[in-house]
């Protein structure tokens, strides 16, 4: 549509889009009741998307063709899917990788141990040498997060947590005091 005035200044022409056909060139006498005349229909469908193994928190996913229609194009837009991941209730994901915490005794600690870990493709086995501090780091290589562009897996770290007994009988008691009293005959002194 357009309109021409005149003004002190001189013409001016303004260009509008028609309000009666919204600039389709076509005004339906009598227009579907479920579209009103625009040529589309609002419709809800649930869509199977798949998800690539290793995808990370942030990622976006393109579905070409499956977003709306835009203005009067007979052809749809595309369809952004933004991941977001729920967070593990034993492992916390840093990129590729996987770190957790592992509760060990203070025996386990002092003489060593092998430990049963549940990892994601199931359990391995970790050997725990003798005199292990707290906060130790190791790590299972590949047991962690598939590469999402290449080939393997990250690795898992375990950090061990060497736990204290709030409660002891008499007799682990008296063995820890003797335990303590070793120690210290050895010169063994902790600051």
């Known amino acids: 549509m357009q309109t021409t005035r005149r003004t002190a200044f001189g013409m001016f022409t303004q260009i509008s889009t028609c309000s009666k056909c919204r600039g389709q060139g076509t005004i339906i006498d009598e227009p579907c009741p479920t579209c009103r005349g625009?040529?589309?229909?609002?419709?809800?469908?649930?869509?199977?998307?798949?998800?690539?193994?290793?995808?990370?928190?942030g990622a976006h996913l393109r579905l070409a063709g499956q977003g709306e229609h835009i203005g009067g194009s007979t052809t749809s837009?595309?369809?952004?899917?933004?991941?977001?991941?729920?967070?593990?209730?034993?492992?916390?994901?840093?990129?590729?990788d996987l770190h957790r915490t592992f509760n060990i005794s203070f025996p386990q600690a002092t003489l060593g141990a092998t430990l049963t870990v549940q990892t994601l493709g199931g359990t391995e086995k970790l050997k725990i040498p003798s005199?292990?501090?707290s906060r130790t780091l190791f790590?299972?290589?590949?047991?962690?997060?598939?590469?999402i562009h290449g080939l393997g897996y990250g690795d898992l770290y375990i950090q061990i947590?060497?736990?204290?007994?709030?409660?002891?009988?008499k007799r682990a008691q008296l063995l820890l005091e003797e335990f303590q009293r070793e120690l210290e005959n050895e010169g063994e002194t902790y600051k």
């Open 38 to 57: 625009r040529g589309v229909q609002q419709k809800t469908r649930t869509i199977e998307v798949r998800i690539p193994k290793g995808i990370d928190e």
């Open 77 to 96: 837009g595309d369809l952004y899917v933004v991941v977001h991941i729920k967070p593990h209730p034993t492992f916390e994901r840093r990129g590729e």
């Open 131 to 133: 005199g292990t501090d």
């Open 139 to 147: 790590k299972l290589r590949g047991s962690g997060m598939p590469k």
């Open 161 to 169: 947590q060497v736990k204290t007994p709030k409660k002891l009988n």
